[in-house]
């Protein structure tokens, strides 16, 4: 069992930045696909990122590609997401996700074992 728990989300202006963090517990971290995905009202779960195991392999979604940045820590089982030149249709609930994933099905939400109960990030226009 994995547990997951996001932190650092918040209200910042459009074109501002936050950083936020997820951090598992368990000894095998090493050994998860790390994702972050979003939800805004009324839209279904959208893939944000996701990095592999290593943190050598990343992808990010067209929409967030060139402004935001995924990364890991396994020495504190902790992965990250860096978000820049924030629009407000950024705005969503960011949730990371764990799972042992084939790295061709990380954009599926159903391939990931473990979420965090989520954060909320706010821009404003």
């Known amino acids: 069992q994995v547990q997951l728990i996001e932190s650092g989300g918040g209200l910042v202006q459009a074109g501002g930045s936050l950083r936020l963090s997820c951090a598992a517990s368990g000894r095998t971290f090493g050994s998860y696909v790390m994702g972050w995905f979003r939800q805004s009202p009324g839209k279904e779960r959208e893939f944000v990122a996701a990095?592999?195991?290593?943190?050598?392999?990343?992808n990010y979604a067209d929409s967030v590609k060139g402004r935001f940045t995924i990364s890991r820590d396994n020495a504190k089982n902790t992965v990250y997401l860096q978000m820049n030149s924030l629009k407000p249709e950024d705005t969503a609930v960011y949730s990371c996700?764990?799972?042992?994933?084939?790295?061709?099905?990380?954009?599926?939400?159903?391939?990931?074992?473990?979420w965090g109960q989520g954060t909320q990030v706010t821009v404003s226009s």
């Open positions: 996700a764990a799972g042992r994933v084939l790295w061709s099905s990380h954009p599926r939400p159903s391939t990931y074992d473990f």
């Open positions: 990095v592999s195991g290593s943190g050598g392999s990343t």
